[in-house]
């Protein structure tokens, strides 16, 4: 148990639909990223949130946005959702702001029908 | 785009024997982690290896990094039938505050009973 928790396990949408992930760090995690994971696309970074803030910007799409609040929490917004939104998003946690091991959450597996 | 690429794709072996993973990148890094995950399930980070390290060893893992020739490899020793998963390498772009991890496509590895 990395000590990163998601939610939801799973989540069925249709098309056209907007869903929210969640994500809670490790405790005392400062740092929060979202990757996706599909299998055309690999392990994709999408974004990352420092204390807050937002850090950097890997591959997200203008119909994704996230934030980081007070608590640390974070979510994933996803709108216009389509069939390749399909995939398993990962969040993850750190205790630095660059340059160390992240710890994993299980992932909340995404399916657009 | 894949910053990492590992070889093989796939690798079947028998168990208590070793298997030995490679990656090579591109740009030059901070550092370099192996991270594994069993099957549609949240990573789980492995060992990070700092850019003006040659090799690190943690248990069964051996980790080499050849920064002049942009490589690493993931060797595990006297293999177990619990090894079974994907093992990916993942790199941060050195220095500008990007950390989000850059993953390759991975190596699946089977442990034959």
């Known amino acids: 148990d990395s000590g990163v928790t998601q939610t939801p396990k799973h989540l069925i949408t249709a098309t056209g639909q907007r869903v929210t992930l969640r994500c809670s760090p490790r405790s005392g995690d400062l740092s929060v990223y979202w990757y996706q994971q599909s299998l055309d696309q690999g392990l994709q970074f999408l974004i990352q949130y420092y204390n807050g803030e937002e850090r950097a910007k890997g591959n997200i799409l203008e119909r994704f946005s996230a934030q980081q609040f007070p608590d640390l929490h974070s979510e994933l917004n996803l709108s216009s959702l389509e069939l390749g939104d399909s995939a398993l998003y990962f969040c993850a946690s750190s205790g630095q702001v660059e340059g160390y091991e992240q710890y994993f959450g299980p992932g909340t597996r995404l399916t657009v029908t | 785009s894949q910053q990492g690429e590992e070889d093989p794709q796939a690798l079947s072996i028998q168990e208590g024997e070793n298997a030995t993973m490679n990656c090579s990148y591109k740009?030059?890094?901070?550092?370099l982690q192996w991270y594994r995950q069993n099957s549609g399930r949240g990573l789980v980070h492995l060992i990070l290896i700092r850019s003006n390290e040659r090799e690190k060893h943690s248990g069964r893992l051996r980790v080499t990094l050849d920064t002049s020739k942009k490589s690493s490899s993931l060797l595990i020793t006297a293999s177990r039938a619990a090894d079974t998963a994907s093992y990916f390498c993942?790199?941060?772009?050195?220095?500008?505050?990007?950390?989000?991890?850059?993953f390759g496509k991975g190596t699946h590895l089977i442990i034959q009973p």
């Open positions: 993942a790199t941060d772009l050195l220095g500008g505050g990007a950390d989000g991890l850059t």
């Open positions: 740009t030059s890094i901070n550092n």
